[in-house]
């Protein structure tokens, strides 16, 4: 037998260098904190300027001695009510979570799971605004533009202050939405930089 065939391979020389851990994930609490004060924010506005916007107008009625008041708030429309009904859930929902953010900031190390139902809870939120925006959004425009082929007309041109609450307040839910789009993905970043580092 040769020589070769006899040698054992020396093992690698040890390094004196240590591996450094790998880093902490992301604490991104205080953003949370401050995207769910953000939430509640817009979506109590959204509801109250929905809410109050509520404006009387007289008009003149053959037959009828004295003008008739016509009130136009949201009790009036369906959308706007389930508006109004929805944004309160998601303005519920947004304290209850803004509550539990709190206390995670006061514990850092709060678990995968719980961001991961926060996420969940939050897509949900999400459709529940979003549709509600965009139910009260068609038909405050069919309000302020009409709809010539069905014959609707529009009533904005009358019950303009009326008009400006229901459009301020849409806004101000659509600013919501966007505010949940990013609790969102906030959530999906903190989560992977957790399961990175596991």
């Known amino acids: 037998m ?3 065939d006899t040698e054992k391979a020396a093992p690698p020389p ?3 260098e240590t591996v450094a851990p790998p880093p902490p994930p ?5 953003l949370d904190v401050v ?4 939430l ?13 916007g509520k404006q009387t107008m007289y008009f003149d009625v053959a037959g009828v001695p004295f003008p008739v008041a016509n009130i136009a708030k949201f009790q009036n429309s369906p959308a706007f009510i ?7 859930v998601v303005c519920l929902y947004s304290l209850i979570t803004l509550l539990g953010s709190f206390l995670f900031l006061s514990k850092p190390s709060c678990s995968t799971k719980t961001i991961l139902h926060f996420a969940i809870l939050d897509v949900l939120m999400l459709g529940l605004a979003a ?7 068609g038909v405050a425009y069919i309000g302020l533009k009409g709809n010539s082929h069905v014959r609707w007309t529009k009533v904005c041109n009358v019950y303009d202050k009326f008009c400006r609450h ?8 659509l600013f919501a939405s966007a505010l949940l789009v990013l609790l969102i993905l906030l959530s999906l970043v903190t989560l992977h930089s957790r399961i990175r580092n596991c």
């Open 2 to 4: 040769s020589s070769v």
């Open 14 to 16: 040890l390094s004196s």
């Open 26 to 30: 992301a604490d991104y609490s205080s």
């Open 35 to 38: 995207l769910r004060i953000l």
């Open 40 to 52: 509640f924010g817009s979506t109590l506005a959204a509801v109250v300027v929905m809410v109050t």
């Open 82 to 88: 389930y508006f109004v009904a929805a944004l309160s």
């Open 131 to 137: 549709s509600a925006t965009g139910t009260a959004g």
């Open 166 to 173: 229901a459009g301020g307040s849409i806004a101000v839910a």
